[in-house]
T-cell receptor, first 113, second 118 residues
Framework: GESVGLHLPTLSVQEGDNSIINCAYS??????FIWYKQESGKGPQFIID?????DKRQGQRVTVLLNKTVKHLSLQIAATQPGDSAVYFC????????????FGSGTRLSIRP | NAGVTQTPKFRVLKTGQSMTLLCAQD?????MYWYRQDPGMGLRLIHY???????AKGEVPDGYNVSRLKKQNFLLGLESAAPSQTSVYFC?????????????????FGEGSRLTVL
């Protein structure tokens, strides 16, 4: 079956440090991955995506790395700020089924002052 | 633009009652989704739609029905509510990649509908 999972449910990071959130997936046919951020009481928001023909993609303060060999992706947040406190989800969109977007269980990121 | 709007935002039901959640989007998106979110479970896909008049089952479709009669609206129905359906329900929509028939994968979410079934 399909599954997208996370290594750690919670992550505590010192303000100003870099954060790394990990995600493992089991479906080797998946070729498109997305990271979402969910703040308390709100719906998830798109952060960054990556296709399977890429190993790395950078955005503003965020970088996503994809390792297809071990079916693992990570989200790196540079210079973590208090506003980064949220739950982060990786999601998988199987192009072959066009639009079935499956989410992982999430990692809660907390920032220490 | 309002984006994605869900109604109602809160509802309490008794076991066996029926109700419908309405999702409306004003971005002319092709794809629409209903997810449920339980504590520690992340978001689970209930049903989705790739266009007006079409629907498909997600990961947890049992106990729910959906309809997409108009492109901008996606309705989620509970015919006979059960306590196990107590959850926060999120609707989302996404559009096509420019110049491509495929989904962008960038979902725009509503604020959620909190449903309690007693």
């Amino acid at each position: 079956g399909e599954s997208v999972g996370l290594h750690l449910p919670t992550l505590s990071v010192q303000e100003g440090d870099n954060s790394i959130i990990n995600c493992a997936y089991s479906n080797s046919a998946s070729d498109y991955f997305i990271w979402y951020k969910q703040e308390s009481g709100k719906g998830p928001q798109f952060i960054i995506d990556i296709r399977s023909n890429m190993d790395k993609r950078q955005g503003q303060r965020v970088t996503v790395l994809l390792n297809k060999t071990v079916k693992h992706l990570s989200l790196q947040i540079a210079a973590t700020q208090p506003g980064d406190s949220a739950v982060y989800f990786c999601a998988e969109n199987r192009e072959s089924s066009a639009s079935k977007i499956i989410f992982g269980s999430g990692t809660r990121l907390s920032i220490r002052p | 633009n309002a984006g994605v709007t869900q109604t109602p935002k809160f509802r309490v039901l008794k076991t066996g009652q029926s109700m419908t959640l309405l999702c409306a989007q004003d971005m002319n998106h092709e794809y629409m989704y209903w997810y449920r979110q339980d504590p520690g479970m992340g978001l689970r896909l209930i049903h989705y739609s790739v266009g007006e008049g079409t629907t498909a089952k997600g990961e947890v479709p049992d106990g729910y029905n959906v309809s997409r009669l108009k492109k901008q609206n996606f309705l989620l129905g509970l015919e006979s509510a059960a306590p196990s359906q107590t959850s926060v329900y999120f609707c989302a929509s996404s559009g096509r990649t420019s110049g491509s028939p495929t989904n962008t994968g960038e979902l725009f979410f509503g604020e959620g509908s909190r449903l309690t079934v007693l």
